[in-house]
């Protein structure tokens, strides 16, 4: 199978989901949770993106994101 293609492009929300590693129950845990939070936040503010919302399952969570001009999703953040 070859690699995944990325299309990316301005002006339109994105939607994310991210799995944690062998998709372990991290998020189980309300530290992990918090500290998840905290990092969106952080990343937010860097990169100037907005997010609309977001779920946190156990191994998983699913974003709903506005890049901003900093903010490229199909580059794996």
């Not at 939607?15 to 949770?33: E, G, H, P």
């Not at 974003?63 to 903010?71: F, H, K, Q, R, S």
């Amino acid at each position: 199978m070859g690699a995944r293609v990325h299309y990316y492009s301005q002006n339109h929300a994105h939607y994310l989901t991210k799995n944690v590693y062998r998709r372990a129950r991290i998020f189980d845990s309300d530290c992990f949770k918090l500290k998840l939070i905290a990092t969106l936040n952080d990343l937010r503010e860097e990169l100037g993106f907005r997010i609309f919302g977001y779920v946190v399952m156990p191994e998983h969570c699913h974003l709903l994101i506005w890049p901003g001009e900093l903010a490229d999703p199909s580059r794996g953040w």
